[in-house]
């Protein structure tokens, strides 16, 4: 297996060596120190912060993430633009006084609820009927109809939007502010490729400090294509030309706006094979060129990956917003090539914000979640494959018997069309969470390439299907894909991940007819049924995933009539993906009731006492209801004497 890349780990430098991979996807690190021999087998459901999907980074917007500066979420909640953090607690209301209620019985499948007293009406049946509120027009409630046009204060309530202004320099960054950068020695504000309405990549979108990138999407990166024939492909795959990864790589980040002093920036580039998908290093100065014989674009930049570290400084007198600084930066990127007559060339960006600790040992892996801890509606499956731990332990020379999750960073992958439709190693779409998805590619074959492929080749019936996934397809067929349960599994435990099943194996030889030039038993694709429940209370739902099953797909390629001898004709593969929900019954579980005996206070017969209040328990209901009766059978027993 070829060494992996850490460039499509989205590590930082700081991170151990990455193991071995052997196919296109992204993968997130795993580092075999923090996993645990015998991981949790639980999971805590009680989240109420569903909208915390980056456990290492500020979620903007999110105002329940604890690693948001405390000036940022107070802006965000100033302007009531809060992302949904979670369903909200059981309530229950009456307008009787505190002190009547001892004890509520609420449903037992309840994670947690708040008891709000609200004041009745102050009619005097309102308060006796206990009624909180009532829809009687006759007590109330009735609007106006209010006047349109430039009346009251109409004007005044939609107001247009400010002018943009350029944030200027100051001593240190501000939430938003532009980051700055040296280039060439002339200083200029960061910029990464971003799609414009068009999807046309603009190289004028500045990033903002803190601000990640992509923000508020689902996906890991934000994807731009570039028009090629509007380039001067000589200049923009020149040494410093936009597809270069120099221009990306050959950057000094200023500390500060102002300062002199740059940060330490660290470098990893690798070269993606667009035939085999597969991944060859290269040093970190490496530039584009033009091939000489072929005229293609060699090394053009396809992702980018930026990582800021940055630090905060708290208590600052006079500044409205907390200021802040970068302390190191680091860039992966993915570089491969095209033919200089491609009509379209597609890149990806991100850039995370992780807040800088010098004394850290470990560097967490930047994984982004798809819930927390159940799975959000259009976010990707997670997905991975199974790893164990190389390495021996030290103490017994035998190996630790570790295993990890090596996860993919966009999700369960299903094949996608690449450019002009045809199936690719490197055009994969990723699985969401609860949208039924279909997608196809094609292959191109003659009818004696078809003849080829099917007589020569029968006990390779699904030698295109492997081809779209590379790597990942030994994976799917020994049965090492995993999924992850929850939106939030932890690579670390695999106890929060199930396994794939697949089915539809062994394949049967494809048969080849020379009358109809048709070929049957290809293997077409594949569908993956995945059946998903909920957990826990009815008012904090956690979706999670329960099976999958990936379901091999087989059909007839046959030459249609109407293609001319020599031409190629375009076969498809598809792949397809369907979300079964569990019927489940809801279960309504209350808690004890309380006694039919209601307790009392156990002075209440003060200054006598009773065997009851020396144990600190109160006397019965009933003990205050048979007292009377004693007393007057006392009375009558004395006068009958």
Request: charged share 10%; aromatic share 10%; proline share 8%.
């Amino acid at each position: 297996m070829s060494t992996t890349t850490a460039l499509l780990l989205l590590l930082t430098s700081s991170l151990p060596a990455a193991l071995s991979q052997s196919d296109s996807v992204p993968r997130y690190a795993i580092d075999f120190t923090q996993v645990d021999l015998s991981p949790a087998t639980s999971k805590n459901l009680t989240s109420s912060c569903i909208c915390d999907l980056n456990p290492f980074e500020c979620d903007i917007g999110c105002c329940c993430d604890a690693l948001c500066p405390a000036s940022l979420t107070a802006a965000t909640a100033a302007q009531g633009r809060c992302l949904p953090q979670g369903y909200p607690n059981e309530t229950l209301a009456h307008c009787i006084a505190g002190g009547y209620v001892k004890k509520v019985n609420l449903p037992a499948n309840g994670d947690f609820y708040e008891i709000t007293v609200v004041a009745a009406d102050q009619p005097f049946f309102s308060q006796l009927m206990c009624i909180v509120s009532d829809s009687n027009p006759a007590l109330g409630g009735h609007y106006p109809d209010p006047t349109p046009g430039n009346a009251n204060d109409n004007s005044n309530l939609a107001q247009c939007l400010p002018a943009e202004v350029v944030p200027s320099k100051g001593s240190a960054y501000l939430f938003g502010s532009y980051v700055y950068m040296n280039r060439n020695g002339a200083v200029t504000h960061l910029t990464l490729p971003y799609p414009a309405l068009s999807n046309e990549c603009s190289d004028e979108v500045a990033v903002g400090f803190l601000q990640p990138l992509p923000s508020g999407s689902k996906d890991p990166y934000a994807t731009c294509t570039r028009t090629i024939p509007n380039y001067n492909l000589s200049q923009a795959c020149g040494t410093d030309g936009a597809l270069s990864p120099t221009h990306y790589s050959q950057l000094a980040y200023l500390r500060t706006p102002l300062s002199q002093f740059d940060v330490p920036v660290s470098t990893s580039i690798q070269y993606l094979d667009p035939v085999t998908g597969q991944f060859t290093a290269l040093p970190s100065n490496a530039t584009a060129y033009i091939d000489p014989t072929t005229g293609d674009c060699v090394n053009a930049v396809q992702s980018i990956n930026v990582t800021v570290s940055y630090s905060l400084v708290f208590g600052a007198p006079n500044d409205a917003q907390t200021p802040g600084s970068i302390q190191q930066v680091q860039i992966t990127l993915v570089v491969s090539s095209f033919q200089p007559a491609a009509l379209l060339w597609r890149q990806s960006s991100r850039l995370t914000w992780v807040a800088y600790n010098a004394s850290a040992a470990v560097t967490p892996v930047l994984a982004a979640f798809s819930g927390n801890p159940g799975y959000l509606i259009g976010y990707p499956v997670l997905a991975g494959t199974l790893l164990t731990d190389p390495s021996l332990n030290p103490a017994t020379g035998q190996p630790t018997g570790k295993r990890a999750i090596s996860g993919f960073v966009a999700g369960l992958p299903l094949g996608a069309p690449g450019p002009a439709g045809a199936c690719s190693p490197t055009a994969l779409t990723p699985l969401r969470f609860g949208t039924n998805t279909t997608s196809s590619c094609s292959i191109a074959l003659t009818a004696p390439q078809l003849a080829d492929f099917c007589v020569n080749q029968t006990s390779n019936p699904d030698k295109y299907v492997a081809y779209v996934l590379d790597g990942l397809y030994a994976s799917i067929l020994s049965s090492g894909m995993f999924a992850g349960i929850w939106g939030n599994s932890n690579y670390s435990n695999t106890n929060e991940w199930i396994q794939v099943t697949v089915s539809g194996l062994p394949f049967s030889q494809t048969i080849y007819s020379v009358s109809d030039q048709a070929c049957t038993g290809v293997i077409t694709g594949y569908d993956i049924q995945v059946l998903t429940g909920v957990a826990f209370a009815a008012n904090n739902l956690q979706s999670k995933v329960l099976f999958v099953n990936l379901c091999f797909r087989s059909g007839t390629w046959a030459m249609s009539d109407m293609t001319a001898p020599g031409t190629a004709q375009r076969f498809y593969l598809t792949f397809a993906a369907h979300f079964l929900p569990l019927r489940q019954a809801e279960t309504y579980v209350m808690k004890p009731a309380p006694p039919l005996l209601i307790p009392l206070s156990k002075d209440i017969l003060y200054p006598f006492l009773t065997s009851a209040a020396s144990t600190n328990s109160a006397p019965s209901l009933w003990l205050l209801v048979l007292l009377p009766l004693l007393v007057m059978l006392v009375a009558a027993a004395v006068a009958a004497a």
